[in-house]
Structures are given as C-alpha cells and as structure tokens.
C-alpha cells in the first residue's frame, strides 16, 4: 500500500512539473497560428526557394518602413541578425535581392500579407514562363525562343526561381501581426536615433529542408538509403490529369488507332506563388478550366441527341506551371502506345488559357506560325478560327485573330506541337503580353477576377448569386462549346441550342475562388473528401500521390455535368468497381442517393523524366519538392549578450560549487550520515 501511495505521489509530481514546464513554456514563447512558407525546389541544374537551419533560425526583430531603412538592417543596426517584418509594398525584388546579398545580418523575412491587391501588379514568376520546355528552340524557329518577339509576362520579377539562405514566411494581417508589431513597438524601436535597450523582442522561425543541390543529388540519396525505414529527402512535382470524353473510349487498348479523330479541348488546372501554400490561380488557371468545365456542360446533350463525327476529348491538365508536367506526360504516354488515345488519332486541338474578360469585350485567337506554313494545317487553323468567331457573334465580346507571325504564348498545346504539327488554336484574353498583372502570385485570386458580392449575403446566397464575371465567362464557355461542336462535325443548325449555364459558372467561382467547403461540391463528391475542402482552393500542383483537391473536384464535377444518371440502387452504386474492360467510370453522388454514369477518368501528371530516370533532362520537367519536418514560428524577448553571459557564468559557478559541495559531502558521508545505537 505504501509502495502505491509512494508511486502516485511521485505521478502526482511529474504532472506538476509538466503543467509548470507548460505554464513557463507559454509565458516565454508566443507561438504563430498562420504560417505559410516558401519552400526549396529542385531542378536538373539548380536549387531555389528558401529554409532555415536544422534548429531554425533566430532574429531580432525590425518592421522595415520604406527601402531607405535597409541601411539598419544591413549594416548599422548593432543586433544583428535581424528578422525582418515586411509590408507587402516593400516585398520587392530591390529590397529582397539587398536583403538576400546581405544574408549575414538577416536571419529571415516574414512578409505580412494585404487584405487588398497591390495597384501596380506583381508577379514573382519570371518574363518568359517555361521558355526552356516550350516548342520554340534552336530547331524550332529559334528566332521565336526565348521570347524573343514578345515578353509574356513584363512584371515578372523572378523571385520564385531565386535561392534564399533564410525563412521566408507569409502571415495574414491578423491579431498575429498585431502582437508582432506591438512587441517591435514596445521593445524594439529605435528613439531619437538611440539603439533600443534589452530585453529585444526576437523571431525563431523553422523550415528546415532535407534536399540540397539539385533533382539528381537527391533522387540518388532517395536510392542509396538502406534504413529500415527509409527517409526520403525530395519528391517530384506530380499529380493526376483528368480526362472525358463525349463517346466512350475502350481504356484497356492503348496506343491503337480509331477510325474517328478527336478534337482536344484543354485548360490546365495548376498555378503558383511564391509562398508554398498560396496559390488561388484565378485568372491563370481557373478562369480557362472553369470555362471549359462549363462548355462541357452546355455540350452534353446535344452530343448525346446528335454526336458528331469526332469524339471531342476534354483535358485538364496538373503541373503546367513547372515545365508543362501534364501536357508532356500525356503526349509522351501517346508516343509509347501507353495511352487511350493515339497521336494519329487528333484532328485538332483547343486550349483556353486565361479568358476573364476584367471589362474588356475582347478575346484573341492565338496559332503557331511555323505549323501554319504547312498548307493542310493552315486549312484546318484557318477552319476552327472561323468557327470560332461564328460562335461569338451576338455574344457580348468579340474574337479577333493574334496574328501570323506571333509565336504561341505558354501552354500545354506547344507540347504536342513538339511531338507533330497538329492543327490548333490557344484562347487569350491578350494579343501580346499578359494582361494579367498578378500572374503565378497570391494576388491573382477571387478580387483580381472581380468576383465579389453585395453585402450582408449569407454563404448560401453568394453561392447562387451570379455575379458580372460569371456572365461574361458563361458567354465565353457558350463560345467554346459552340465552336467544338462544329470543329467535331456537328451540324451548324444546332449551335443556337447549345449554351452554357450561369448558375453552374456562379457555383464553381463561388467553389474554386472563395469557399470549396459548400453544399454544391458536398453534394458532388464523396463525404469522406469533404473534410479536405479548403477556403479557397490551393492550386499548386504539390506531389500528391493520390489526387489532389483540385483534382478530385474537377474529376466529380466532370462527371456530374458530362455524366448521366442510371437507375440503380446507392449500395449497389457503391459496391461497383471500376473494371478495366469498363469503357466508363462510375461515380456517387452520395447525399443525393443516384449514381452517375461517365467517362471521366485520371491520368498520370508525372514528368516523363522520373520514369526514364533522366533528372538531368532537358526534353521533361525535372522539378522535384524537399521534405521538411517543421514548419512554425514563435516570438520571445531575448536578453542582451553580457546579460546571457553572466547567466551562464552563474550557472557554470553554481555547477561547480554543487559538484564540489557533493564531493565534501560524499567523502565525510560516514561521519555526517553514521547512526549510533538506539538506546534501548
């Protein structure tokens, strides 16, 4: 009983001595809530992005107030490092290519998001996006590589595809930034030129990545790991393409060849920012897949009253952004006999690539210059721009030509132009440059596509209220839907039934650009995916080995518009598996109790690269992601180095004095502790 008694006391103990480690473990550390990172990326030749050290990286802090101020921090500030706070308007390449110059005295940056868009742009993505994979090269009319007739994206920058040696994070402006700034504020600033006075308000942030170098260093230490439990340092960028079709395909004969063509309709699903976990791709991706989803579902039952004579093929395609992944993998599936569809078997191609409209009333039809020299694939260019501009007419906006000798702006179609000259035509909202001024950043989001809503409307209401973008990219999908159902062969006289629905186009805005956790998308997916519904989606391509939200959504919203129901039980629904002599997918829509039939199916979005085991490729994408094993960040005061200094000197003193004392105390233990006899 004693023995028990002795055992809880010292239990009893251990949880005081853990609730007080608790207890002063809070009182010394405010930890972050919201902490996105930039993280390290590999390639076949270099490494870019940003960590800390194994431990994290400790600053004291300094909220820089104008480019000017740099000088404190780089050089006549007396605590270096420093862990630099910010504004969004000085998240600059000027200020940071100082600030990454000057790695010695900066510890990290932590950049505090807007809650509005910057007026004058920003893009950290570089001028001339995938100029290395593209179609144009020095065997391909070298004087169109390298954008050297038009310069795509003009704002970019480049910071993406630089190394930091530091953290960089993003933090909301929220009570987070609050107590940042008011600690800086209380402890920090500088007062009439003098140096502030300890205890210093100081910044830990952790973000240490496993992969160095480049894609071949780290793949090889993938290989060369013999541990039971092997630690991976890096993954390849990847995900799934997601593919339909408007007539079924037979899946399990790859490589052959259809006595019908198909015409592919595309859009890529992806984007990019600088910081890892925001990438909101409204107009770069969204505003082209959105459209094309919604020219999907305008089409399906006029293609199922009257099919065409070509099979019209929608593709949506995962990791465009880092060196067209999906495009390259598809066409490189094609070329091995190790797809559904032959290379042989495309008539022609359609890709929309960003489409929202911001005002204007005017879309521009994009062709390759030198495929155009054929006289065959002229002919067929020359027939799907007319049908094209036949769609538009009495739509609100108008289809002009970009011009002969304008080269492809970046897109998946230059993948399969690389593979063969194939007829095909790229939808944009710009004749020359990017009218985008937020391309590949966190600012291209819900606001810059002027997706907003009146006030005081409750979640369920801006789901259904159609606002002015949904509109104008209604009009667009009708366009598109119009023109591939002729392109296909479908009768002319059919086009004025063929329309896209505003109320479908509102609700996938809505899903993709400002709340994906909605009763809409709860209906259309299975409810064990619901809890991965994020607000907004994140479209960055990442390297999931199973589908990505992104992906998933698009999948099951395929297959709800292109799909039809079939009369069968939920349970039974369920208990299908899809067979590989199936020429069609099945997918529930669980709540509602139906089952949908439709061809919908998943592709690999994995660089052809990884399968050869070429990482030094320069035909395929090379981009691979570093694991990390933290990513946070905390706040505390810090005390001045004399200050830690006698701390410690105190603390060795009273070591050595206890050392001491217990070595008196243990040689006279027989004098100090001897028990005499009890008298009796």
Known sequence: MKSNVKHVTILCLKL???????????????????????????????????????????????????EENLDWVLSSGPNPPYMVILESSLFTRSVMMKLKNGSSRVAGIVVVAPNTNPVEGFSPHTSCPNENTGVYSES??????????????????????????????????????????????????????????????????????????????????????????PEMVCDPLGDFNVWASTRPLNNTEKGHKMWEKVVIAAARLDSRSFF???????????????????????????????????TIFYTFFQGETFDYIGSSRMVYDMENNQFTVDLDNVHSVLEIGQVGLHGESRLWLHSDPVSRRNSSVNEEVRKLIENLQSAAAGLGFTVGEAGFSQPLPPSSFQRFLRARQIPGVVIENHQLNFTNR???????????????????????????????????????????????????????????????????????????????????????IPSDLTSHLSKPTNFYVGVNQQSSEPTLLVQYLLANLTGSAINITQENCQNQREDENDKESKHVRHETGFCVRSTVRLSRAVSPAFELRDYTSKDYSTWTESRWKSIKGRIFLVASHELEMLTLGVGVGVLLASLLLTYIISSKADILFSSGREPT
Not at 32 to 43: A, F
Not at 50 to 65: A, F, I, P, T, Y
Request: include cysteine; aromatic fraction near 10%.
């Open 16 to 66: 005081q001595m853990c609730a007080s480690c608790n207890s002063v473990e809070k009182k010394i550390y405010v930890h972050l809530n919201y902490t996105v990172p930039c993280v390290r990326l590999l390639n076949a030749t270099h490494q870019i992005g940003c960590q800390s050290s194994l431990s994290g990286d400790v600053g004291v802090l300094h909220v820089l107030e104008s």
């Open 140 to 229: 391909y009319d070298p004087t169109l590589a390298h954008c050297n007739v038009t310069v795509w994206n003009p704002l970019g920058n480049g910071l993406s595809y630089e190394e930091y040696d530091f953290p960089i994070f993003s933090l909301k402006d929220d009570n987070d930034t609050q107590v940042i700034r008011q600690c800086y504020l209380n402890h920090n600033q500088a007062v009439n030129g003098s140096s502030p006075r300890y205890p210093l308000c100081a910044m830990q942030l952790y973000s240490h990545m496993s992969a160095v170098t480049d894609t071949a260093t780290c793949m090889r230490r993938n290989d060369i790991n013999f541990s039971i439990s």
């Open 276 to 310: 890892f976990d925001v990438a909101p791709g409204a107009e770069s991706g969204a505003s082209g897949f959105i459209t094309l989803l919604a020219a999907a579902h305008a089409l399906r039952n006029v293609t199922q009253e009257a099919q065409p004579n070509r």
């Open 438 to 524: 937020y391309y590949e950043s966190m600012y291209d989001n819900a606001e810059y596509l002027n997706v907003s809503y009146p006030p005081n409307l409750t979640p369920e209401e801006q789901l259904k209220f159609v606002t002015d973008t949904a509109k104008a990219l209604t009009e667009v999908a009708t366009m598109v839907a119009r023109a591939l159902y002729v392109q296909a062969g479908g009768a002319e006289n059919q086009q004025d039934n063929i329309n896209a629905d505003r109320q479908i186009v509102s609700q996938m805005l809505y899903g993709f650009l400002v709340r994906s956790n909605n009763s809409w998308f709860q209906q259309l």
